[in-house]
């Protein structure tokens, strides 16, 4: 990978996709940012709606529209492309949809001698990162979505505000499907070095495990709310990728939960799921296998059981 050029395409300039790339130029994370979308008149418009902002910033980014063409040389390509979910469509139906979008777009990017990263944003993100693995025939180290991430941030947030201190400070994951099946395996959640759980027994009339479980339900109906009160989310995952996006450029080492195979984790082979991962130019260097209980152990089976049977419908 090229570090003194670095290169990303996004694929699809929808309020995620736009979100994100708005969230690159502030962050000044690439040097040149690729958009491209099926609708090229829109993605003409949004690179020149970025670009007019950029003497307002630090970055010195090289911001435009383009087709798979540019992708040869990428670094990254970011897919936030997909269809939207008819009224009473069922899932299936929706993945299917979407596997066939993924089709042409994948296809065409492969074709461009495209030989960087692919990073998925597009819903239900751990089995459209699967597709995109598969279709690709790329190794699966340098096929990632963006799983839990976002969860993860959510849920530190709240951890936050619970025990009054810097989410920084919060150490905690979401791992699972990137939906309603995810889990908080609390034996891992941490404030600095200090398991939660010992909190609890330390303090149990200031603090409680059912305080911690409305937490985990808040993060995971976070979207429905959201989507309730504004018919979509966008924010919040733009973030998310770009934080994933310097932890690739940057050669980071980061660990950040990301979608990702595994090939024995946890007791799990031959599915995506959000589990944290050490990112890095490489893609996923490798995943991190924390000791979860055996409660724990048992929601990411089922968590993942549920990932291998929608795929299987398709």
Known sequence: MGIDNRKVVLVGTGMVGMSYAYAMLNQNTCNELVLTDIDMNRAQGEAMDLNHGLAFTQANMLIKAGGYEECHDADIVVICAGVAQKPGESRLNLLKRNKEV???????????????????????????????????????????????????????????????????NMHAYVMGEHGDSEFVPWSQALLATKPVKEIFEKYPGEFSYDEMEKIATEVRTAAYKIIDAKRATYYGIGIALTRITRAILGNENSVLTVSAKLNGEY???????????????????????????????????????????????L
């Open 102 to 168: 993924f089709r042409s777009i994948v296809g065409e990017v492969v074709k461009s001698g495209f030989d960087g990263i692919f990073l998925i944003a597009t819903n239900p993100v751990d089995i459209m990162t699967r597709i995109t693995q598969e279709i690709s025939g790329f190794d699966s180290k340098k096929v990632l979505g963006t799983g839990t991430a976002l969860d993860t941030a959510r849920l530190r947030y709240e951890l936050g505000k619970y025990f009054k201190v810097d989410p920084r």
């Open 267 to 313: 007791g799990q082979k031959d599915v995506y799921a959000g589990v944290p991962c050490v990112v890095n130019r490489h893609g996923i260097e490798r995943v991190i296998e924390l000791n979860l209980e055996s409660e724990e152990l048992e929601k990411m089976k089922k968590s993942c059981d549920i990932l291998r049977e929608y795929y299987q419908g």
